[in-house]
């Protein structure tokens, strides 16, 4: 297996002090699929990956990366993985080909064989005729898509991203979308940290969501949301009169759900102006709200980031 972690437990400080990250985590990647690893900020994700990797050492819990142990054997393991870190990292006094080159030899790849491939690979990152532009000259999707490229110098195993489309504009989203699912589709098994629930549900396999270091669902994505959430729902917002007249200081989507929501739906949360109606037919409750005065709405299926805002919830995380 590309990655197989059991019970894992990360904790920092010691005694009373003592801040558990990571509380028993267990995840197994299959060959050839992308995995998405899901949470809020302070979930353990990022504290996950740096003890898959042997950069941070478990409390407790076994790690074996490409078959070998971790941290025992983290230097070669490493050797079989591509990381897309959250931050770039190009040298900014190199091309974008050198910089191929100095990292490539960081596996101990020799310049004469990294030479010829890197037309391919700035081709994959949609860099075509890029060799010699200096890394200042690049936009920030570009260097993105570089550091892309520069994780496959190796011909990786397992390929580790760290939120890859952050900052990205939908066109350069798109396209590392489309190279992700080529490198799957070629064998390449995919370990994703996203934000993005659209990413997570258009790209992996399977998914892990976390939250407190805590597993709190996993399965496809089909999977996790058949089982954590109701089918349909129903954004409800806007102003609201109640049978013309005005509902005064509460009027609005959260005025009516106040009074109406729980008799159309099994669970209403309120976010900002707008009411979420979780339902198994939306039907009754449409054909309510189409005479409420005032109101506007928003059909749909439920999705991902439904599911990781009922089990995670919607207070902000810094």
Known sequence: MPLEISGLVKRFGEGSEAREVVRGLNLSLRPGECFALLGPNGAGKTTTLRCALGLTAPTAGDIRLCGLPVPEQAREARMRVGVVPQIDSLDPDFTCAENLVVFAGYFGIRESEIRPRIPELLAFA???????????????????????????????????????????DPQARHLIWERLRRLTAEGTTILLTTHFMDEAERLAHRLAILDAGRLLAQGSPREVIA???????????????????????????????????????KRCEISGETAFCYTDDAAPLLAHLAHQPGLRTLHRPANLEDVFLKLTGRELRD
């Open 227 to 265: 089982a954590h959430i109701e089918p349909q729902v129903v954004e409800v917002f806007g102003e609201w009169t109640d049978n013309g007249q005005s509902a005064g200081p509460e009027s609005g989507a959260a005025a009516w759900a106040t009074r109406y929501a729980a008799d159309f739906s």
């Open 126 to 168: 949609g860099l075509e005729g890029k060799d010699n532009a200096r890394i200042q000259s690049l936009s920030g999707g570009m260097k993105r898509r570089l550091t892309l490229a520069r994780a496959l110098v190796n011909k990786p195993e397992l390929l580790i991203l760290d939120e890859p489309t952050t900052g990205l």
